[in-house]
């Protein structure tokens, strides 16, 4: 399976390959806006308004499990197959991404 990057950056989002339960499927990344680098299902999602309430229950979640969910990800991010695959199909689209500006203190 070849997935081909269609938008371009002015779009607000990339294609990529992602993983879902055990599949790879089609899903974009967010070049733009308050989700950017984030991969998502559906490219509406990159513009969409951010729900306040489930940005507050992660924040808790994480203070609450923090270390515990980053190591769930490090292992499945290292063990699984489909990751691996995934690594390899996506290797050009991250570079589409362009890096943010650093803001720097003014020097007098």
């Known amino acids: 399976m ?7 950056i002015e779009e607000g989002y990339v294609q990529i390959a ?4 055990g599949k790879i499927v089609r899903k974009y ?5 308050s989700r950017r680098g984030r991969i ?3 490219p509406g999602t990159c513009s969409a308004p951010k729900n ?3 940005t507050i229950n992660m924040k808790k979640a994480k203070r609450r499990a923090g270390s515990l ?4 990800a490090q292992r499945t991010k290292t063990a ?3 990751t691996k695959r995934l690594q390899r199909l ?3 689209s991250r570079s589409k991404l362009k890096p943010r500006r650093r803001k720097t203190a003014r020097r007098r």
């Open 29 to 33: 990344r967010c070049t733009s806006g």
């Open 2 to 8: 070849r997935f081909i990057e269609i938008k371009d």
């Open 18 to 21: 992602g993983r879902s339960g």
């Open 52 to 54: 306040v309430k489930s």
């Open 40 to 42: 998502v299902s559906k």
């Open 90 to 92: 996506n290797v050009h």
């Open 69 to 72: 969910m980053t190591t769930r």
């Open 80 to 82: 699984l197959k489909t």
